[in-house]
Structure formats: C-alpha cells, structure tokens
C-alpha cells in the first residue's frame, strides 16, 4: 500500500514563509507527477503546483512567483515552499502522486495515484 506524508503546515503571519514536504511510502517501481493541491473551506479543491520526474512545473496563477515544487527522486519526496503568504493562502493543502506499481505496469503505463492526509496551513495575523 502507498502511502503519501505531508509535514510542514501550521500557522504563520502574512508575509512569511513555509515549507511542505510530503515523502512516499510503500513499494513502487517509478514516481511521476508529483503535485500539491489545496482546499479552502467552503471551496473545491484545486491545483497549486505540479513537477515531473524530469523537473518540469506548473503553477497556479495565484502562487506564480511566490511558491516553488522541488523533489528528490531518490527519496520520492516533494517539497512546496511558499513564500510571501497571504490569507487567502488558507487552506489544508493535499499531496498528490501519480505512480507505477511495478515494472509491468510501467511497460503498460498504468498509473496509479495516491493522495496524503492533508495539513493545515492558516495565515493569519
């Protein structure tokens, strides 16, 4: 069984910073996308920023030039570092990976997604 642990959130004052981590568990045979998402209350939840195994990203337009993905391949682990944040950033944010099982299923490019337990981060002054 995958399992996805994020660490990182907590409260902050407008202006500062966080890191999240969020490292894979379990048996897999290769990482692929790996993403950050995130749901504020009383709204759906939606895309923050995504990085391929070759380390291509992509960002929502509300984090461009504030947020960063990085990963490390060798530990399937995903990073977001936020910067500058604001109060709308509120929100528990949610790790998101897509996977290969074993080595069939990457020679059949079957996917398999995994999605961690989420954790709080509220900026608030």
């Known amino acids: 069984q995958v399992q996805l642990v994020e660490s990182g959130g907590g409260l902050v004052q407008p202006g500062a910073s966080l890191r999240l981590s969020c490292a894979t568990s379990?048996?897999?045979?290769?990482?692929?996308?790996m993403g950050w998402y995130r749901q504020a209350p009383g709204k759906e939840r939606e895309l923050v920023a995504q990085i391929t195994g070759d380390g291509r990203t992509n960002y929502a337009d509300s984090v461009k030039g504030r947020f960063a993905i990085s990963r490390d391949n060798t530990k399937n682990t995903v990073y977001l570092q936020m910067n500058s944040l604001k109060p709308e950033d509120t929100a528990v944010y949610y790790c998101?990976?897509?996977?290969?099982?074993?080595?069939?299923?990457?020679?059949?490019?079957?996917?398999?997604?995994?999605w961690g337990q989420g954790t709080l981060v509220t900026v608030s002054s």
């Open positions: 379990g048996s897999v045979f290769g990482v692929n996308v």
């Open positions: 998101h990976a897509n996977f290969y099982r074993t080595e069939y299923s990457h020679y059949e490019r079957e996917l398999s997604d995994a």
